[in-house]
């Protein structure tokens, strides 16, 4: 019969599910391969034909790989905690978990329709109390751990117990907060367990203080970087403000050069390695005191060039700086209250992008130069962040662009660093001769004994030191939301304490509203009766949408595994993630938290490797291709009922206005369907060419706004499955962006037909042949071998689905049927489309159950020789045929064959052949 798609499809989506085919075990002997494709989200909109892009990838190359006798890991699960379900839950009353599990049945019943090779069996989901009972324990095990410089790694806090019972705080080397205290042995024996805990807070690597956070009232919670944008929510486009709050932090600053380093040790994508390489921002320089002037206490200063000292002309704080308030003379109150409100409504991001304008507020106090003891006038502005360096600058105008149009802004005065500039790249680079004049301390030098000497003068004024900066912040680990797991926290005394391991999970209790309460606590405050042991009170806030999402890819290794978060045997056979699919969107955020996790579970002796990724690959975005329909405008400017056509808009004054997608087919609009789109154009009028209604063409996001949302559920029940996968692996390389165009999916469609021809006659009934394929036929073949295998590794995937239409257009023109040929084509062809290539391994007689079990055809090179050639006969210089003749015959070996064939005889016309000319592996010319 025809190729039936919907019922091949079907039936072998069945079959999969029912057995299990893709189903691992962590004890193979064959060697392990795990792909992974980015946790995704599953939102109510379910998926577009942009999602799948990664999955089919990731999904062939899976496929491919256990043809090459891998034991593939290819799970799937959801990040399924978030605002989206919870804004949901605040407008309808509907419960978080409700709209989750709606969306993941949706999401899956979409998946399973593509014919993913998904090993459903593990599949995890971050809300499940039995996952996150996992990732409160990852909490548990940073609150109880330090990072020791020394050993450089993360230890547990009762080592540092130990050594302050021992030697007290002397020799200790740790990543921890700038004000620890000083004590002995005794000291520290004698203090209270409040005085302790307090002192351990300043060393841990997740700790509660105050912080400057991104608040968003109308959401009633804390926001990450990314999720603001020009001082507005991502999500709903609410107002942003910097606010001070107790906050939960993680020291991913502990990791920051162990995060450098490992980038050069991984395969991914360069720019997004240097993305993180940005974001972690190491700067080699020093650490500068300018002491107050009339108040007791310095304003430090991180700084890359302390070379420039010299021409330091003032100083800048962040407007949240912790001095702004004792520094503000009376006099200036006004004004700094007022900046500081302004400064609010911007996110850091719009702070540090905005380097064109200046703006800031004179405090009225002064520092004092800590080598010529000058006065130096301190000012505040928002171009200069808390949590970056030490939330202050030395301003030098003459030598940085942003500080000279402060000066120049503010009547600063603007001092030369020497007399005789240096350029600024020689004094960058030490190898570069240039020296400084007239500049005191440092005249003679050049730069790299400029900065040598400054320090050393500095250390001995104390009033500096070399120091190694990075722009990397300590990550913010908490949500004023409802739906996000709980932290296993509760406080005693105001300090805060673990839950015991064996209690976990600590569940999300029940709330009337998710809702903050009138009081302006996070809704758990709402929670009744929710308490430690009924009378002490739990941490209020949630973890941050990317905890589940750090280490969820070690517990697909033992998703079922209730004692531990995985197992070690399952641990050191998976290891690592060898292919990791997913947008460049998380390029800093996740892929920083989760490298920052591993590492530190590496630390405590959890897992193995100090990578989490082997290596990375970003998909491209797949863009909308939005249609419009220009609608006529009236004398007075308004909008009528009647459209005209894209040729004939010229004509005409129109507006455009966006049109449904799925109306359209190849630009040509469905004036019947239109006219139901919305109620307003029952009765529109077409002005139309060559009686077609033409739609006008952008490409554009997909989005729902657009009408450019192409369902993947609709391509797949009205061509296939298979043909919507090789459509988009069609498109274009995968890491690039591309349009989507519905008009080019046919011709996929075709193919697939063409294919399942070759292995039926013209009635559609069954017929392969065991007959012995010629070298034609076993040169298509082995060309797709080898063709493919190639693609298949270089991530090349729409190059193989061409090369695929070749193999096919050879094997139908040589009418090939046999069975050696087509069966070896199937299984090259089954990952790119695993239905059709299912059930023709059946037809071909094969009983293993799955061609998944089948191996990949080992490629021959000896079939793509080239022993004979097609030569070109010509009978007194017109071709007339061509004939097959080795090439290894010279001309006496094959002037007999060319005069005896019975063609050449018929144009020679029984002439006697003059001459033959012969070029070898080129031209034969008979002249009579």
């Known amino acids: ?43 109510g909109a379910g998926l577009h034909v942009g999602h799948p892009l990664g999955y089919i990838a990731s999904d062939i190359f899976s496929r491919y790989k256990r043809l090459k006798g891998f034991n593939v890991l290819h799970p799937m699960g959801y990040d399924s905690f978030g605002l989206p379900a919870e804004q949901y839950a ?43 009972k996992w990732t409160q324990w990852i909490f548990m095990l940073l609150f109880n751990s330090w990072y020791n410089l020394d050993s450089d790694k993360a230890e547990s806090i009762d080592e540092l117990i130990n050594k302050f019972e021992s030697t007290g705080s002397e020799g200790i080397k740790a990543v921890c907060d700038d004000d620890i205290s000083v004590f002995t042995a005794t000291e520290w024996k004698s203090k209270s367990e409040e005085e302790k805990q307090l002192e351990l807070l300043k060393y841990r690597l997740t700790y509660l203080r105050e912080s400057t956070v991104n608040w968003c009232a109308a959401l009633g919670t804390v926001l990450a970087n990314d999720e603001v944008k020009d001082g507005f929510s991502e999500r709903g486009g609410y107002p942003v403000e910097q606010k001070k709050m107790m906050q939960w932090s993680m020291r991913i600053t502990a990791y920051a050069d162990r995060l450098l380093q490992g980038l050069d040790t991984i395969d991914w994508p360069e ?134 149009l402060f000066a120049t ?34 005249n003679g030098l050049n730069y790299k004994e400029a900065t040598t000497t400054l320090i050393k003068k500095l250390e001995e004024l104390g009033a500096g030191k070399a120091k190694v900066n990075y722009r990397l912040r300590d990550a913010i680990f908490g949500r004023q939301r409802y739906w996000g797991e709980p932290v296993p926290v509760y406080f005693k005394a105001g300090l805060p304490h673990l839950m015991d391991v064996a209690e976990l999970p600590l569940v999300l209790p029940e709330v009337d509203k998710y809702l903050p309460t009138e009081s302006g606590e996070p809704p758990l405050g709402r929670a009744e009766n929710w308490k430690y042991h009924g009378e002490l009170e739990y941490e209020l806030s949630t973890m941050p949408g990317w ?42 955020g996740h892929l920083l938290y989760s490298r920052f996790w591993n590492k530190f579970l590496k630390d405590l002796g959890f897992v193995i490797e100090e990578e989490p ?64 789109f919305r109620p307003e154009f029952e009765n529109a009028e077409f002005i139309l060419e060559n009686g077609k209604y033409i739609c006008g063409v952008e490409i554009e996001k997909m989005s729902k ?77 082995h060309k797709i071998i080898r063709k493919v295998e190639e693609d298949i590794e270089r991530f090349s995937f729409n190059t193989s689905v061409s090369s695929f239409m070749i193999c096919v257009n050879e094997l139908t023109d040589l009418k090939c049927n046999k069975r050696k040929i087509l069966q070896d084509l199937v299984i090259v ?51 007339r045929l061509n004939l097959n003749i080795p090439l290894n015959l010279e001309q006496a070996d094959i002037e007999p064959i060319v005069l005896e064939n019975v063609d050449v005889k018929k144009y020679m016309e029984g002439k006697t052949a003059k001459k033959i000319i012969f070029v070898k592996g080129k031209i034969i010319n008979v002249v009579v």
């Not at 660093?417 to 301390?441: C, H, M, R, V, W």
């Not at 004979?868 to 006969?873: A, L, N, T």
């Open 1 to 43: 019969m025809d190729y039936q798609f919907r019922d091949i499809e079907k039936r072998w989506q069945g079959f999969w599910a029912e057995n299990q085919t893709f189903k691992v075990d962590n004890n193979s002997t064959k060697p392990k391969y795990y792909v992974l494709d980015m946790f995704p989200y599953p939102s």
């Open 90 to 132: 605040i407008q309808t009353g509907q419960h978080p978990a409700i709209t989750t599990e709606t969306n993941i049945n949706r999401y899956r019943e979409q998946l399973d329709n593509l014919g993913f090779s998904f090993d459903w069996s593990r599949e995890v989901r971050t809300s499940d109390p039995g996952y996150y």
């Open 271 to 404: 720019p997004l390695k240097e993305m993180q390489r940005n974001w972690i921002g190491k700067s080699v320089g020093a650490l500068v005191s300018f002491k107050l002037d009339g108040h007791e206490g310095a304003i430090d200063v991180f700084t890359t060039r302390v070379d420039t000292i010299f021409g330091t002309s003032f100083l800048v704080l962040a407007p949240e700086h912790e001095l702004v308030d004792l520094l503000t003379t009376s006099d200036r109150k006004e004004e700094i209250a007022n900046y500081i409100d302004q400064t609010k409504k911007k996110s850091e991001l719009d702070r540090m992008a905005d380097t064109k304008t200046v703006s800031g507020a004179f405090t009225g106090s002064y520092a004092l130069h800590p080598v010529s003891g000058e006065k130096i006038p301190v000012w505040i502005a928002d171009y200069v962040l808390a949590g970056y360096g030490t939330g202050a600058v030395m301003a030098v105008p003459s030598g940085d662009q942003r500080d000279w």
């Open 409 to 442: 802004k503010f009547g600063l005065p603007i001092v030369a660093i020497s007399d005789a500039q240096i350029d600024l790249d020689q004094q960058a680079d030490p190898t570069k001769e240039g020296k400084y004049i007239n500049s005191g301390l440092i």
């Open 547 to 588: 905890a589940g999402s750090s280490w969820y890819w070690f517990r697909y290794m033992d998703a079922k595994n209730e004692g531990e978060f995985a197992s070690k045997d399952a641990i050191a056979y998976w290891k690592d993630v060898d292919l990791y699919i997913g947008g460049s969107e998380h390029a800093t």
């Open 613 to 676: 990724f082997k290596k990375l690959i970003n998909q491209g975005m797949i863009q909308g291709r939005s249609n419009f329909v220009y609608r006529l405008i009236d004398g007075e400017g308004k909008g009528t009922n009647t459209f005209v056509s894209a040729g004939l808009r010229s004509q005409y004054k129109t507006s455009a206005m966006h049109v449904d997608v799925n109306i359209v087919d190849n630009e040509i609009l469905d004036i019947a369907k239109f006219k139901s």
């Open 705 to 781: 706004s657009k009408f450019n949302v192409v369902n993947p559920d609709e391509l797949a029940e009205r061509y296939g499955a298979d043909t919507l996968r090789m459509y988009e692996m069609f498109l274009g390389p995968l890491e690039q962006s591309k349009p989507w165009n519905t008009n080019g999916i046919e011709g996929v469609f075709k193919f697939l037909r063409k294919f399942w021809k070759l292995f039926h006659d013209d009635d559609f009934n069954f017929n392969v042949s065991d007959d012995e394929p010629s070298k034609a036929e076993f040169k298509a073949l």
């Open 829 to 879: 062809l089954q990952p790119y489309a695993p239905h059709i290539t299912e059930e023709l391994w059946t037809l071909l007689g094969n009983e293993a159950g799955s061609i998944s079990k089948a191996s990949y055809p080992v490629f021959n090179p000896e079939y793509l020789v080239e022993n004979e050639f097609s030569y070109p006969v010509s009978i007194n210089g017109k071709t």
